[in-house]
C-alpha cells in the first residue's frame, strides 16, 4: 500500500442545483450557447429562454436572483435595462464540468493493472454536512462505499481524493492504493455499485432519447424544440458521471451498455446544436441584437 500526497489545488465549486431546475437549466443554457462570452446578456433575453421550458417569468427571474446570491452571475445596469454574465467562479467549474461530461466514457479500459484508489475516513455525526459533501466529491471522482467509510475506484485518483480531504478540513482519514486478491467469502470492490441498476439507467436514456434520435433523421424538430430537447439531454447525461465509475472492462458484465448510451448523447447534442443555437440567438437578436451572432454552438469536441 502507497499512501497518497496531496499536490491538488483546490477547485471552485458551485452550489448544487436539482436536475431540471431553472438554475440548473439556466447553466447548460449559458454554458452551451455563451461559452467563454464576456459581455452580459439582457435579463430579458435569460427570462424568455427560460420560457421555452415552461418557466415562468416570476419563477424565472427569481432563479436570477438566486444564482446572483450564490455567485453564479454577476449584474449591471445600463439605463432600465438589467443584464446578467457568468462570474469567473461558474465559468472555470463549467469548463471543468464540460471536460468531464464530454470525455467520460471515452475510455473503454482493456487494459488494467488491477490496483484500487482507497479512501477511508471518519466524519463526527455532529459534521453532517461535510460529510454528505465528502461523499458527493468522491462520487464525482468515480469512487462509491465498499463499506460505510471506505470508498474505492478503479482508478488512480487517490491523490485527488485526499485533496478533496484537505479543502474539506478532514484530518481523520487516508487515501492509498492496493490490489483486492480474488479469495473465496470475500466481497469485491466492484460490488460497491449497482451495475444492474446503473444498466437499467442507461438503457432507460437510450428508450427515452432514441425518438428525438429518429425524429431528426426525418428533419421534424423546429428550433425551439431543438433547444428544450438538447439542453434537457445535456441535464440528464451529466448524471451519469456521478453514478458510473468507468470500471475496467473485465469487471463489467457482457453487453455493457454506456457506449451505446455514450454515442446516442454525442450524436444527438451535436446534431440539435445547430437549430438550438439558432433559437438562442433569435431571443437574443430581440432584446441585443448586437449580442445575437456572439451566440456560440459548443459540442462533444470544443474545449
Do not use: C
Not at 444527438?268 to 437578436?285: H, N, P
Request: aromatic letters at 8%; hydrophobic letters at 45%.
Amino acid at each position: 500500500m502507497t499512501k497518497a500526497t496531496s499536490d491538488g489545488a483546490k477547485h471552485p465549486r458551485l452550489p448544487r442545483t436539482r436536475q431540471g431546475s431553472p438554475p440548473s437549466l439556466l447553466l447548460t443554457l449559458l454554458g452551451d450557447y455563451w461559452w467563454r462570452r464576456a459581455e452580459p446578456l439582457p435579463s430579458a433575453a435569460l427570462v424568455e429562454l427560460l420560457g421555452d421550458f415552461g418557466v415562468s417569468d416570476v419563477a424565472a427571474r427569481a432563479a436570477l436572483s438566486r444564482m446572483v446570491k450564490h455567485g453564479l452571475l454577476a449584474t449591471t445596469r445600463s439605463g432600465r435595462n438589467t443584464f446578467h454574465g457568468l462570474t469567473p467562479r461558474a465559468q472555470e467549474v463549467l469548463s471543468d464540468g464540460g471536460a468531464r461530461i464530454f470525455s467520460f466514457g471515452e475510455d473503454d479500459t482493456e487494459s488494467w493493472d488491477g490496483r484500487w484508489s482507497v479512501v477511508a475516513f471518519s466524519v463526527p455525526e455532529a459534521n453532517r454536512s461535510v460529510r454528505e459533501a465528502l461523499r458527493t466529491r468522491l462520487r464525482w471522482l468515480g469512487f462509491a462505499p465498499l463499506y460505510d467509510a471506505l470508498w474505492v475506484s478503479p482508478h488512480e485518483h487517490h491523490a485527488e481524493a485526499l485533496a478533496e480531504l484537505v479543502d474539506l478540513g478532514v484530518t481523520a482519514a487516508t487515501a492509498f492504493v492496493a490490489t483486492a486478491p480474488d479469495l473465496p467469502a470475500t466481497v469485491p470492490p466492484q460490488s460497491a455499485w449497482d451495475l444492474d441498476g446503473l444498466a437499467e439507467m442507461y438503457q432507460a436514456f437510450v428508450d427515452a432519447w432514441e425518438p428525438t434520435h429518429a425524429a431528426l433523421g426525418r428533419g421534424t424538430i423546429e428550433p425551439a424544440d431543438a433547444l428544450v430537447r438538447r439542453t434537457e439531454l445535456m441535464d440528464a447525461w451529466r448524471a451519469f458521471p456521478g453514478l458510473d465509475p468507468e470500471l475496467p472492462t473485465s469487471l463489467l458484465p457482457a453487453g455493457w451498455p454506456r457506449p451505446q448510451a455514450r454515442e446516442l448523447f454525442r450524436d444527438t447534442y451535436e446534431r440539435l446544436g445547430v437549430a438550438a443555437s439558432a433559437r438562442v440567438r433569435e431571443v437574443i437578436a430581440r432584446h441585443a441584437p448586437e449580442l445575437a451572432d456572439k451566440v456560440v454552438e459548443r459540442g462533444p469536441v470544443v474545449s
